[in-house]
């Protein structure tokens, strides 16, 4: 938990992501953090983390008239942690998608016996936006501005969604 909260502190204070994000977004971004800090995986989950899970590193192919995963690939970022490291990069574009996309990985992963904590939404929220400022320090706006832009609306849109889990509920 520390090291969550040293590095958004680090980052909030830092002029390469304070002169990208307005101040709102960085008191909603500590405001949150503050109060679901709590929900961030501990150092205890040990599970093979590939930390770049998403549909572009999915290998498939068809079997039966089916499609199967024959491969997951890109490697390079793998770590030990929780799974909710891969389950908040998956969904991270989940809005942009069919609503089937969401569903049918959640599916997945219960049908394969993952079972996600209660307040999963809220902590692959977090998870994203950790990796989200993280990726943010390194872009320059001048080099990537589309890069750049995607990151903030990425960071804006999920804390809608924690302001809609804090009005409502889990979704």
């Not at 068809?62 to 690939?73: E, F, M, P, T, V």
């Not at 970022?77 to 069919?98: C, E, I, K």
Request: proline share 4%; aromatic share 10%.
């Amino acid at each position: 938990m520390e090291e969550f909260s040293h590095f958004i502190s680090s980052c909030l204070q830092d002029t390469s992501i304070t002169s990208k994000l307005t101040e709102e977004v960085c008191d909603l971004i500590k405001l949150y953090f503050d109060r679901y800090g709590n929900l961030l995986p501990g150092e205890t989950e040990k599970h093979l983390v590939h930390a770049d899970f998403d549909p572009a590193n999915i290998l498939v192919i068809q079997l039966g008239g089916q499609w199967q995963i024959s491969a997951i690939l890109d490697w390079e970022f793998s770590f030990s942690g929780s799974t909710l490291w891969d389950v908040a990069n998956m969904l991270r574009y989940a809005h942009q998608m069919p609503a089937s996309f969401q569903q049918s990985f959640l599916t997945g992963l219960k049908d394969s016996g993952t079972n996600l904590p209660h307040n999963w939404q809220v902590t692959t929220s977090l998870l994203n936006i950790f990796s989200l400022l993280d990726c943010l320090k390194r872009t320059n706006p001048n080099k990537t501005p589309l890069q750049c832009a995607d990151i903030q609306a990425l960071i804006k849109h999920i804390l809608a969604v924690l302001r809609k889990i804090d009005n409502d509920g889990p979704l």
